[in-house]
């Protein structure tokens, strides 16, 4: 490990677009990858960069957040695009790859690049020479304990389930109302102009409660693979409201749609129950629906959700969803620079930060693999704009609330506001994609590849 300048821990998206990145920018890079003499329930080959969910990387066009993304980082030289652009099958307006294909061209890429040498073997204990972290959700136990060490227990994430995250604007604010339990700053806020209270609340009546229970009853699931499902028992803390439904008809009323402490001010009483969403980012354009972990099946999801009075016309930012991950808590553990705030020269990126989505974790990988080389050479490591989407997913992963800190992909809510209100939704998306590209542009004048 000694003879190398970088080592990145993890043969992923992210590790290889880091090592990648670092290589390019002359650093002698060693990386990891424990398959296959030690593989994972998920992965079947010792290929890089294997794809093990779906194969289709996202929408493609910049109007659309994850296009955006996957627009800046072809402007930025990201090898994992490169590939994929290579590997692409007939998706319509998405980008889908032959999954064989794109991680033969990425090992490739990386087998013969001269700085890189790729090493099967498992990483144990965190190297104390300049390192990325890149091993994915489904990390070893080994390096899970380290990384326990290293991190503390409380700041290291089994998570099972994730609540849906709404875009604020497609809430009806006609129905729901602003306000907090037991009238505290709670009062009705007429076309949403004056926000009081921390709650958007959204009330239902009992017919409306028990078509909404029965829905979900009925509401298809998503499988779990079978290394998911080894333990069907789930945290009481976090049970996914489907199965809470089936325990019993007043369950949810008496859960996260419990009423109580809460006054309608339209009609002067307390709904029959109440379905409570909470700001989820500092521009306050998304919101989270308090206690409303899922693994509905995502049409299902939108369908059931929508049975919900101000949630008729809900765009959902971030579906629910249950699976196995391993995460670190990054708002209190990481710099936007993806480094480790207790230790300069070590990095973490992909999946453990909290990033979700393919794309997304190759960009978070080109951030660490740039600053790495970056800190390596001397010179003031980079923080990308929250105006890009790149810089915007970093930022949020680094400043979240750490106590209710949830992995987060690519969307348009994440970045800061514009300065200009523009009411038309394919307009304002317009002017986000403009804004981060010309920020963009900005930042690859400053990059230098050799």
Request: charged residues 20%.
């Amino acid at each position: 490990m000694a003879n190398s300048d970088l080592i990145v821990v993890g043969g992923g998206l992210a590790g290889c677009e880091a090592a990648w990145q670092a290589a390019q920018r002359g650093l002698k890079v060693d990386l990891y990858e424990m398959r296959p003499a030690n593989t994972t329930p998920a992965h079947v080959t010792d290929q890089l960069a294997e794809i093990v969910c779906s194969n289709s990387l996202g929408a493609n066009s910049a109007g659309k957040a994850s296009g955006l993304l996957k627009a800046e980082l072809r402007r930025l030289g990201s090898l994992i695009l490169a590939c994929a652009d290579a590997a692409a099958v007939p998706a319509g307006e998405a980008l889908a790859v032959d999954r064989d294909r794109f991680s033969s061209l990425v090992t490739e890429r990386i087998v013969s690049h001269p700085r890189i040498a790729l090493i099967r073997e498992e990483v144990c204990q965190i190297p104390l020479t300049p390192t990325i972290i890149a091993s994915g959700p489904l990390t070893s136990a080994a390096l899970t304990g380290a990384i326990i060490t290293l991190c503390g227990e409380q700041y290291l994430y089994f998570y099972d389930a994730m609540c849906p995250i709404i875009a604020r604007d497609s809430i009806d604010m006609s129905l729901a109302w602003r306000g907090s339990r037991y009238g505290r700053e709670a009062q009705l806020v007429e076309g949403d102009s004056a926000p009081s209270g921390d709650y958007i609340n959204c009330p239902l009546s009992q017919a409306e409660y028990e078509a909404f229970v029965q829905a979900l009853i009925g509401a298809e699931t998503i499988e779990l693979k079978s290394f998911e499902s080894e333990d069907p028992r789930f945290f009481e803390g976090c049970l996914p409201i489907e199965v809470m439904a089936r325990r019993g008809r007043d369950t949810l009323a008496y859960g996260p749609m419990r009423p109580v402490g809460l006054r309608d001010p339209r009609v002067g009483r307390r709904p029959y129950a109440a379905v409570q969403l909470r700001q989820d980012n500092l521009a306050d354009t998304l919101y989270n629906l308090v206690g409303f972990q899922t693994n509905l099946k995502w049409a299902e999801q939108k369908r059931v959700l929508r049975l919900i009075p101000g949630l008729q016309n809900a765009e959902i930012m971030r579906y629910g969803q249950m699976h196995r991950n391993t995460f670190i808590n990054s708002p209190t553990l990481l710099n936007p620079t993806m480094q480790f705030r207790q230790r300069s020269d070590l990095f973490f990126a992909g999946q453990i930060v909290g990033v979700e989505g393919y794309v997304g974790n190759a960009g978070s990988g080109w951030l660490a693999g740039v600053n790495a080389a970056r800190l390596v050479a001397g010179e003031p490591l980079l923080v990308l704009a929250p105006e890009t989407m790149l810089g915007a997913l970093c930022h949020y992963v680094c400043h979240a609330a750490p106590e209710e800190f949830q992995p987060m992909k690519a969307n348009f809510g994440i970045l800061p506001p514009l300065v200009d209100d523009i009411r038309s939704k394919r307009a304002r998306h317009e002017a986000f994609v403009a804004r981060a590209l010309n920020s963009m542009e900005l930042v690859m004048r400053s990059l230098v590849v050799v």
